[in-house]
């Protein structure tokens, strides 16, 4: 069957779950349109500074939009955050001391993360003492509640860790109604410390976020979903307030915290970036679910399954050999806007424990809200694709695709 006939049938079979994005598209716009009106925003925000920052107005007026689209108590928006995981890594400094434990109750983290929590002499949180233990997942992907239960029962940890995502995992990334569900089971069993959660990768891909179900901080990149494909860099630590304040005492000093803080570009892409952001991530799930509708019509393996409920915008697709997951990649960059003419070629990233092969000719360099496409070097050969500015371009490049493999 031809690329564009298939294209055709899976547009056809999901018109009904390009509707439920839309809706989802429509009520987030409105809720982050509220957050910009009831925070009042003006031109005035927007405007560059330099040196200490102090009396950042921009600065400060773009937390407050992200903390109350996202229902936290207090937010750090920042370009300091180099990325997902150096926001990630912040917070968990931000929070934690000598002897602590925490508890990640999500299998083991992605791996850029794992250098950062288990690494020995290079700064990690094993090297100052602080223990991150981790509850394996149940044979369906699944939390092991059971497991879950014995571990709390059986020590005193500070927080609880919970990756939304997928990682470079074969399984579905946890919905916020799961979420909801993790929050209830670890209070249930008297824990009283901070329920953390990545959200990477997640946010507006469904009507609510983790801090409104009962996580207490959210952690996630400005170069991922809510830059909207204008944010240049940056990441956000979202949640409440004693937490929040802990983390702007390790993002810049404990006796400044978020007092200091300037940039000096201004910040019009992160409001507008933001603003869009709704719209951009619906974009990228419908891309996302036709890529994996005509992929499944080849016979190609592809979590979620068609049909299940999108809590994220990456794709998992299965290849059985690495000839074919590579040529799923280079026909990924072959599409893109930017070094269309470059092919990838795997190598040994920073934080990876494989060669990774990656598509990313992006605007914003390694932007997953645009989009783009990894994959580690190892068996099962797993392709992760992820964002799409627009439906448009994830169309053309799902053409390029079935071209390549059929």
């Known amino acids: 069957m031809k690329a564009e006939t298939l294209i055709l049938h899976a547009e056809e079979a999901l018109v009904e779950e390009f509707r439920k994005i839309d809706g989802i598209a429509q009520f987030n716009t409105e809720k982050v349109l509220a957050a910009f009106r009831e925070e009042r925003i003006a031109v005035r925000h927007f405007a560059q500074t330099n040196g200490y920052g102090y009396g950042d107005e921009g600065r400060e007026a773009l937390a ?8 936290a ?9 180099l990325s997902g995981t150096h926001a990630l890594t912040v917070a968990l400094f931000g929070i934690l001391r000598p002897q602590d434990r925490v508890l ?13 929590v288990w690494g020995k002499g290079n ?19 699944k939390i092991d509640a059971d497991a879950v239960k014995t571990a709390l029962s059986s020590a005193e940890y500070k927080m609880v860790y919970i990756q939304r995502s997928r990682g470079y995992e074969l399984r579905d990334p946890f919905s916020v109604a799961e ?15 901070c329920i953390f959660v990545d959200n990477c990768y997640g946010e507006f891909a469904e009507k609510q976020e983790p801090l409104e179900v009962g996580a207490d901080l959210i952690v996630g ?9 204008l944010a240049p860099t940056g990441g956000y630590i979202a949640g409440k307030a004693k937490y929040t304040e802990m983390c702007e005492n390790r993002l ?11 940039y000096a570009y201004g910040y019009q892409a992160y409001f507008q970036g933001f603003f869009l952001a709704p719209h951009v991530v619906a974009q990228a799930l419908k891309g996302g679910l036709l890529i994996g509708k005509c992929m499944e019509a080849l016979g190609y393996e592809n979590f979620p399954k068609i049909g299940t409920p999108l809590a994220d915008i990456t794709r998992a697709v299965r ?3 690495e000839k074919s997951l590579t040529d799923f990649i280079v026909s990924v960059q072959e599409c893109s806007p930017v070094d269309s003419f470059v092919r990838p070629e795997a190598w040994d990233m920073p934080g990876y424990d494989c060669k990774v092969i990656m598509a990313a000719g992006t605007f914003v360099g390694g932007a997953t809200s645009e989009l783009s496409a990894d994959a580690p070097i190892r068996e099962p050969y797993v392709a992760y694709f992820q964002g799409g500015l627009t439906y448009e371009h994830c169309r053309i490049a799902c053409k390029r695709i079935l071209e390549k493999l059929t």
């Not at 407050?64 to 229902?71: D, E, P, S, T």
């Open 104 to 116: 990640c109750i999500t299998g083991v983290p992605y791996d850029t993360l794992r250098g950062v």
């Open 64 to 71: 407050k939009v992200y903390a109350r689209a996202f229902g």
């Open 179 to 193: 979420i909801g569900e993790m929050c209830k089971l670890v209070r249930a069993c008297g824990f009283q410390g």
């Open 221 to 229: 990149s400005l170069i991922k979903n809510p830059g909207g494909g």
């Open 73 to 81: 108590e207090r937010a750090i928006v920042s370009p300091a955050l």
């Open 319 to 321: 290849f059985p050999d």
């Open 252 to 262: 810049t000093a404990p006796s400044v915290g978020a007092e200091v803080g300037s």
């Open 123 to 141: 700064g990690s949180l094993c090297d100052f003492g602080i223990s991150f233990e981790t509850v394996a997942l149940n044979g369906a992907g």
